[in-house]
Protein backbone atom coordinates (compact mmCIF):
# COMPACT_ATOMS: atom_id res chain seq x y z
CA UNK A 1 0.00 0.00 0.00
CA UNK A 2 1.27 3.49 -0.98
CA UNK A 3 2.06 5.97 1.09
CA UNK A 4 -0.63 9.25 1.10
CA UNK A 5 0.20 12.46 -0.43
CA UNK A 6 0.27 13.81 2.79
CA UNK A 7 2.70 11.26 4.26
CA UNK A 8 4.99 11.78 1.16
CA UNK A 9 5.39 15.40 1.87
CA UNK A 10 5.94 14.76 5.47
CA UNK A 11 8.67 12.26 5.02
CA UNK A 12 10.24 14.80 2.22
CA UNK A 13 10.24 17.70 5.04
CA UNK A 14 11.67 15.25 7.34
CA UNK A 15 14.27 14.88 5.41
CA UNK A 16 15.41 17.88 4.44
CA UNK A 17 14.84 19.19 8.18
CA UNK A 18 16.83 16.28 9.21
CA UNK A 19 19.98 17.33 6.51
CA UNK A 20 19.88 21.04 7.45
CA UNK A 21 20.21 20.37 10.86
CA UNK A 22 22.75 17.83 10.40
CA UNK A 23 24.92 19.94 8.13
CA UNK A 24 24.77 22.84 10.11
CA UNK A 25 25.63 21.15 13.19
CA UNK A 26 28.67 19.51 11.55
CA UNK A 27 29.26 20.14 7.93
CA UNK A 28 33.13 19.76 8.34
CA UNK A 29 32.76 15.85 10.04
CA UNK A 30 32.56 12.82 8.97
CA UNK A 31 29.34 10.26 8.37
CA UNK A 32 29.41 8.85 11.83
CA UNK A 33 29.57 12.19 13.62
CA UNK A 34 27.01 13.31 11.24
CA UNK A 35 24.92 10.25 12.28
CA UNK A 36 25.91 10.94 15.64
CA UNK A 37 24.41 14.31 15.50
CA UNK A 38 21.38 13.19 13.20
CA UNK A 39 20.63 10.33 16.02
CA UNK A 40 20.35 12.60 18.79
CA UNK A 41 17.46 14.57 16.87
CA UNK A 42 15.63 11.28 16.05
CA UNK A 43 16.26 10.56 19.92
CA UNK A 44 14.73 13.88 20.86
CA UNK A 45 11.68 13.49 18.91
CA UNK A 46 11.22 9.99 20.51
CA UNK A 47 11.94 10.85 24.01
CA UNK A 48 8.48 12.12 24.71
CA UNK A 49 10.30 15.30 26.69
CA UNK A 50 8.07 17.82 24.74
CA UNK A 51 9.06 20.25 27.64
CA UNK A 52 12.67 20.15 27.48
CA UNK A 53 13.00 19.20 23.11
CA UNK A 54 10.42 20.42 21.59
CA UNK A 55 7.12 19.92 19.98
CA UNK A 56 7.06 16.98 17.84
CA UNK A 57 8.63 17.90 14.73
CA UNK A 58 12.07 17.38 13.93
CA UNK A 59 11.90 21.11 12.79
CA UNK A 60 10.92 22.16 16.09
CA UNK A 61 13.00 19.59 17.79
CA UNK A 62 16.16 21.50 15.79
CA UNK A 63 14.45 24.96 17.24
CA UNK A 64 15.13 24.16 20.26
CA UNK A 65 18.29 22.16 21.13
CA UNK A 66 20.42 23.05 17.92
CA UNK A 67 22.48 25.85 18.01
CA UNK A 68 22.96 26.23 14.35
CA UNK A 69 19.52 26.19 13.92
CA UNK A 70 18.51 28.67 17.22
CA UNK A 71 21.28 31.08 15.64
CA UNK A 72 20.66 30.61 11.86
CA UNK A 73 24.59 30.39 11.20
CA UNK A 74 25.61 30.54 8.02
CA UNK A 75 26.33 26.65 7.10
CA UNK A 76 22.52 26.34 8.37
CA UNK A 77 21.50 28.78 5.94
CA UNK A 78 23.72 26.88 3.03
CA UNK A 79 21.15 24.02 3.69
CA UNK A 80 17.82 25.79 4.05
CA UNK A 81 18.68 28.00 0.84
CA UNK A 82 20.90 25.14 -1.45
CA UNK A 83 23.20 27.96 -1.80
CA UNK A 84 27.19 26.34 -1.53
CA UNK A 85 30.18 28.64 -1.69
CA UNK A 86 32.01 25.55 -3.10
CA UNK A 87 31.70 22.50 -4.29
CA UNK A 88 33.46 20.86 -0.37
CA UNK A 89 30.22 22.53 0.99
CA UNK A 90 27.65 21.27 -1.40
CA UNK A 91 29.29 17.72 -1.03
CA UNK A 92 29.39 17.34 2.38
CA UNK A 93 25.60 18.63 2.09
CA UNK A 94 25.42 15.67 0.37
CA UNK A 95 26.78 13.45 2.47
CA UNK A 96 24.33 14.82 5.31
CA UNK A 97 21.80 14.55 3.49
CA UNK A 98 22.64 10.58 3.03
CA UNK A 99 23.12 10.35 6.62
CA UNK A 100 19.85 11.80 7.07
CA UNK A 101 17.70 9.31 4.75
CA UNK A 102 19.86 6.78 6.21
CA UNK A 103 18.74 6.89 9.74
CA UNK A 104 15.30 7.60 8.51
CA UNK A 105 14.99 4.85 6.81
CA UNK A 106 16.91 2.73 9.40
CA UNK A 107 19.76 1.66 6.80
CA UNK A 108 22.31 3.25 9.30
CA UNK A 109 22.53 1.96 12.75
CA UNK A 110 21.50 5.22 15.01
CA UNK A 111 23.17 5.94 17.70
CA UNK A 112 21.99 6.00 21.69
CA UNK A 113 23.03 9.63 22.91
CA UNK A 114 20.60 12.36 23.02
CA UNK A 115 23.21 14.97 23.43
CA UNK A 116 26.61 15.21 22.72
CA UNK A 117 29.58 17.58 23.81
CA UNK A 118 33.26 17.71 22.49
CA UNK A 119 35.39 17.70 26.04
CA UNK A 120 36.25 21.12 25.57
CA UNK A 121 32.55 21.69 25.05
CA UNK A 122 31.82 19.79 28.28
CA UNK A 123 34.44 21.54 30.54
CA UNK A 124 33.10 24.87 29.30
CA UNK A 125 29.42 24.37 30.37
CA UNK A 126 30.37 22.47 33.84
CA UNK A 127 32.61 25.68 34.57
CA UNK A 128 29.90 27.98 33.64
CA UNK A 129 27.24 25.83 36.57
CA UNK A 130 29.78 26.35 38.83
CA UNK A 131 29.32 30.23 38.06
CA UNK A 132 25.73 30.00 38.37
CA UNK A 133 24.99 29.90 34.83
CA UNK A 134 23.57 26.03 34.57
CA UNK A 135 23.37 25.47 30.61
CA UNK A 136 22.89 21.76 30.99
CA UNK A 137 22.34 19.38 34.22
CA UNK A 138 25.06 16.37 33.77
CA UNK A 139 23.19 15.06 36.99
CA UNK A 140 20.57 14.18 34.91
CA UNK A 141 21.36 11.97 32.27
CA UNK A 142 23.99 8.99 31.83
CA UNK A 143 27.10 9.01 30.24
CA UNK A 144 27.28 7.01 27.07
CA UNK A 145 30.28 5.67 24.90
CA UNK A 146 32.48 8.42 23.26
CA UNK A 147 32.67 8.31 19.63
CA UNK A 148 35.01 10.31 17.47
CA UNK A 149 35.97 12.75 20.23
CA UNK A 150 32.57 13.61 21.15
CA UNK A 151 31.34 12.65 24.72
CA UNK A 152 27.87 11.30 24.61
CA UNK A 153 25.08 11.28 26.98
CA UNK A 154 21.29 10.23 27.24
CA UNK A 155 18.34 9.50 29.65
Known sequence: MGRTPEEMFQASRDLKQLTDIIYGEGASTDSNVMAMQGS????????NRK???GEETI????????NAVKDNTD???????GKFP??????????????????????IPRH?????????????????GK?????????????????????????
Open 40 to 47: SVLNRLES
Open 112 to 128: KAQFYFTEKEEMRIRNA
Open 86 to 107: DKTSEDAYKRAMAVASGLLKGT
Open 131 to 155: KGKKEFDFDLVKRGEDSDGYRTYHY
Open 59 to 66: GNIGEVGY
Open 75 to 81: LYQQGVT
Open 51 to 53: KEF
